[in-house]
Nanobody, 122 residues
Framework: QVQLVESGGGSVQAGGSLSLSCVIS????????LGWLRQAPGKQREGVAH???????TYTDSVNGRFTISRDNAKTTLYLHMNSLKPDDTAMYYC????????????????WGQGTQVTVSS
């Protein structure tokens, strides 16, 4: 059974930092795109950061230079390090896994975690 379990969310003041983790299990083939997506109340879900099987990363423009996505060598834990946080970063953050290995941001993610809340106050 595929499971993605996020942790590390919380509340922080603007300008602060948070790190999210996602433990991934149940895949027989771990070679796949992984991503962090977020959804704020009343807004559409958006892809925040993606990492492919070659460890190439892509970011949405609003977080580029502030967030870093990475994963461990075993490809079982995904991370998102967030710096210089802004109130607009407030959202539920989801870890997700794809059936694709590259071009991660072009395809829907079929596997999702339960989400972890990030709240940034001004």
């Amino acid at each position: 059974q595929v499971q993605l379990v996020e942790s590390g969310g919380g509340s922080v003041q603007a300008g602060g930092s948070l790190s999210l983790s996602c433990v991934i299990s149940g895949f027989t083939d771990t070679r796949r795109c992984l991503g962090w997506l977020r959804q704020a109340p009343g807004k559409q879900r958006e892809g925040v950061a993606h990492i492919d099987v070659y460890d190439r990363t892509t970011y949405t423009d609003s977080v580029n230079g502030r967030f870093t996505i990475s994963r461990d060598n075993a490809k079982t834990t995904l991370y998102l390090h967030m710096n210089s946080l802004k109130p607009d970063d407030t959202a539920m953050y989801y870890c997700a896994a794809s059936n694709y290995v590259v071009d991660c941001d072009l395809y829907e993610y079929p596997y999702w975690g339960q989400g972890t809340q990030v709240t940034v106050s001004s």
